[in-house]
């Protein structure tokens, strides 16, 4: 069950002698060291119109204990008992059996999974939240990156970026019209189901919060951070102006279309060797000799042009190696016998020197 914290301004706060912004609703069994990692993610500012929109997150905050996998939201909030500007903000620490392969953004978008307001005074919080899950896990057609830019296949770009560096930020700039999570969400889907829970990111990116990093930062157009990231050096996908179509690649056909063609072509394979008599056969004959073959490996390195593998071929030595079919036999002379041959021709020679100085 997932544990849940509640950020915003109040009198008194869940802990003693806190108030103001503090903590005022907590899950019982939250780890305590936690808390005040959770409570450093909570910044926020209001938008270039005054009322800046809800930021939905994911952070992969590190700890002594490992990595704790935790979503958020953090929005506007009523004016707090000072009448001063608010601010809320709910988190939700996942269990490693609650990382959903649908990943991240699917689960920020389902509704009442984290809350939106508390009023009332501070409470601990008895029920852990229950995550739902989904059995629609692969890509799909990303229409919200079609009607945003023009060209699905923008996703497809963001996507290929995060797995050639997942270390490299990347920045979305996007205009206030734009509803940024379900972008987020298309994307997550086109990476391999290993790599949707390590794309970090913020649908309302205003600054680096130090020790946690975040790979996808989407920016309000004309907020700071917007300004900052079209100076980046890395990959910046500006979406308020007119992109064009996206470099041809794997992944932009299958944000284009939803289809993982190296899923297809897998499928097919598997299909095929079923199919086919003696494979079954064939594989175990491959699999009994593969200590015997040569190891042929691929490695991408990031100066390469992506796609383009890398191969090293470590030679294992083998005594005794069989022939090839249709192959002669190959005759192999062990050191002994070479031995032995040498030591006859030896006693020849020393015969033939003995004849030779009595004649």
Not at 11 to 19: D, E, F, N, Q
Not at 166 to 179: F, L, T
Not at 292 to 310: H, K, N, V, Y
Request: aromatic share 8%; charged share 20%.
């Amino acid at each position: 069950m997932a544990l849940e914290l509640i950020y915003t301004s109040a009198v008194r706060g869940l802990r003693a002698g806190t108030s103001g912004f503090c903590t005022v609703a907590m899950t019982k069994g939250l780890p305590p060291a936690l808390v005040p990692r959770l409570e450093a993610l909570g910044g926020y500012r209001a938008g270039p119109s005054g009322s800046g929109p809800n930021a939905y997150c994911f952070w992969r905050v590190e700890t002594a204990t490992g990595i704790a996998h935790v979503l958020s939201i953090v929005g506007p909030a009523p004016p707090d008992h000072t009448a001063r500007s608010n601010k809320i903000a709910t988190y939700l620490v996942l269990a490693p059996d609650e990382l959903v392969p649908a990943g991240p953004a699917w689960l920020l978008s389902q509704p009442a999974l984290l809350r939106s307001e508390w009023s009332g005074a501070p409470a601990w919080i008895d029920t852990p939240v229950r995550v739902p899950t989904t059995r629609e896990t692969g890509p799909r057609p990303c229409v919200a990156w079609q009607a945003a830019t023009g060209d699905a296949g923008w996703a497809g770009v963001l996507a290929s970026a995060f797995l050639r560096d997942q270390a490299r930020p990347i920045h979305v700039i996007y205009g206030a019209a734009i509803e940024p999570l379900p972008l987020v969400e298309e994307a997550i889907r086109l990476l391999p189901e290993w790599a949707r829970w390590r794309a970090t990111f913020s649908t309302y990116f205003l600054q680096p919060v130090a020790g946690t990093p975040c790979a996808w930062r989407f920016c309000l157009d004309g907020t700071p951070a917007a300004d900052v990231a079209r100076q980046s050096k890395g990959l910046v996908i500006d979406i308020t102006r007119t992109a064009g179509p996206a470099p041809e690649s794997r992944f932009t056909r299958m944000a284009r279309t939803g289809i993982d063609e190296e899923a297809v072509a897998a499928q097919k394979a598997t299909r095929a060797t079923a199919r086919t008599p003696g494979a079954a056969a064939v594989t175990g004959a491959s699999a009994a000799r593969s200590s015997d073959a040569p190891i042929e490996l691929e490695m991408d390195f990031a100066g390469d042009q992506p796609g383009t593998p890398r191969r090293f071929v470590r030679d294992l030595e083998s005594a005794d190696q069989d022939a090839s079919p249709g192959e002669p036999a190959r005759m192999s002379i062990s050191p002994p016998m070479l031995a032995m041959a040498a030591a006859g021709l030896t006693v020849v020679l020393l015969g033939l020197i003995y004849l030779v100085s009595f004649t």
